[in-house]
């Protein structure tokens, strides 16, 4: 089974480099790159074009975000099976293998998560799929844990993270690909919620081995791009996806959310970044709420599946950073509560 591999990039010359040249190390060869550069700067366009005449390029002169640029790439693509993976990533030799052999087994399965590992320590887990939290943000499993046997074990989960994730044609044929009023963050979010609520089904490879340096293009996991656009995008998620009778039932557990995540916010000294995300949301607002409008209608699941699939996600997020917080010998009494009241 043939697939196409979509890599955007943006000023990434070097780490998109190291990842192209771990695809030529691959076991599987029945692939093919395509590259959507976001009106790069550093001389990425220069080095595709110079050392990688193999790779399909498309490429723009402005950043258009992320969502747009893979949407381009899966546009463009013909394979099957689609692997979305980030720039600054390298992979296992057998990674390409072992998805492709998971997909051809796996027939029930629509959507596919790799194993992400800290690039610098492979000991270290970047995140063994996503999880979900009924507030409107994603998780990915394990995150900053010790690769352990829990994380070894093949089974479905809720959903996978688009920095090294592979989707089948015919599910994002149904589902619609990346919400290109994202820009980037949570775009994944917002797909795995819309597969789970038309009953599709997200499969975890842990023999696909990923490597993830993260945060390589923004600088740093916290600044006031990702907060805003963080922020904003979380209130798109709400609208345009949770049914009214959802919404209502989840207010606790979605104001819970906000007030940590508020207070993280203050933190991290970016009130006026988050600021910008709650008008950005407001101004925005009508549009995605006639997105929500043709979302709902084609909920395959009853509302009650639903509220049950996101309480078994966000279920398996808070065990998992229970279990980091106990490996760093950090107390759980606040996770234990909600647990015990909310789960």
């Known amino acids: 089974m043939q697939i196409d591999i979509v890599i955007p990039n943006w000023n990434g010359k070097d780490l998109l480099r190291a990842c192209l040249d771990s695809l030529k190390q691959q076991v599987f060869t029945d692939y093919s790159v395509i590259v959507v550069d976001n009106g790069s700067s550093d001389g990425s366009l220069e080095m595709l074009q110079s050392h990688y005449p193999e790779v399909l390029l498309i490429s723009w002169p402005e950043n258009r975000g992320f969502s747009v640029a893979v949407n381009a790439g899966i546009k463009a693509s013909t394979a099957p099976l689609l692997f979305l993976l980030n720039n600054d990533t390298e992979l296992h030799k057998d990674c390409l293998q072992e998805l492709v052999n ?30 979900y939290l009924r507030g409107g943000v994603g998780y990915r499993l394990g995150t900053m844990e010790r690769d352990s046997e829990l994380y070894s074990t093949p089974g479905q989960l809720f959903g996978a993270c688009a920095g090294a994730a592979v989707y089948r044609r015919s599910m994002l044929e149904e589902t619609g690909c990346f919400d290109e009023d994202f820009f980037a963050y949570l775009e994944d979010v917002d797909l795995n919620l819309r597969a789970n609520s038309r009953g599709k089904i997200c499969w975890y490879v842990p023999g696909a081995k990923v490597y993830h340096v993260g945060s390589a293009t923004t600088g740093s996991k ?4 990702t907060v805003s656009l963080s922020t904003r995008n979380n209130f798109y998620i709400l609208l345009k996806n949770y049914p009214l009778s959802l919404l209502l039932r989840f207010v606790p557990v979605i104001l819970i959310y906000q007030f940590f995540w508020f207070c993280f916010v203050v933190k991290k000294n970016q009130v006026p970044a988050y600021c910008k995300g709650l008008w950005d949301f407001m101004v925005n607002a009508p549009k995605i709420y006639a997105k929500r409008k043709q979302n709902l209608v084609k909920q395959t699941v009853s509302n009650s599946q639903l509220a049950a699939i996101m309480k078994k996600a966000e ?24 647990k015990k009241i909310f789960l």
């Open 222 to 225: 916290i600044n006031a791009f």
């Open 102 to 131: 998971t997909a051809e087994k796996q027939k029930q399965a629509d959507f596919f998560a790799a194993k992400m590992l800290n690039f610098h320590d492979h000991t270290l887990l970047d995140g063994a799929g996503d999880a």
């Open 315 to 338: 279920s398996s997020v808070i065990d998992s950073i229970m279990a980091r917080r106990r490996g760093k010998g950090q107390g759980n009494v606040l996770f234990s509560a909600y």
